[in-house]
């Protein structure tokens, strides 16, 4: 997969590149995780064996790309992963609840973008 430049608010210097988010299937989703975010695999396919595994029932499906398709459309930006995670970490420590509450509306909303990725974004 190619990578294609993203910018993201507040880094400084040459915009990061990016691999493409996948063809949103759990096989090609597992091959993005595979070679551009490994640290990720042994919980998608942890998590996979336990939900879905040998399943007839293919209701758990959706749910799981969702989750795994946020997962990757973070961890495959380090500079988004990074503020996700010091938001949270800001969050947690703040002794302001509506400090700590507008944090966390950003953690939010940034997830919420990662989600909506599409396919070669």
């Known amino acids: 997969m190619p990578a294609h430049a993203l910018h993201f608010d507040g880094y400084e210097g040459e915009p990061l590149r990016l691999p493409p988010m ?7 989703l597992r091959l993005a995780i595979q070679e551009h975010t490994p640290h990720l695999l042994p919980d998608f396919e942890a998590h996979w064996k336990r939900v879905i595994g040998d399943a007839f029932n293919i209701t758990p499906v959706p749910a799981f790309m969702r989750l795994w398709w946020t997962q990757y459309a973070i961890a495959r930006n380090p500079v988004l992963d990074s503020h996700l995670r010091d938001l949270e970490a ?7 609840p509506e400090e700590s509450t507008r944090l966390l509306e950003e953690y939010s909303r940034l997830r919420h973008e ?8």
């Open 22 to 28: 996948p063809e949103r299937t759990p096989q090609a």
């Open 90 to 96: 800001r969050a947690a420590e703040s002794e302001d």
């Open 114 to 121: 990662a989600a909506e990725r599409k396919p070669g974004e």
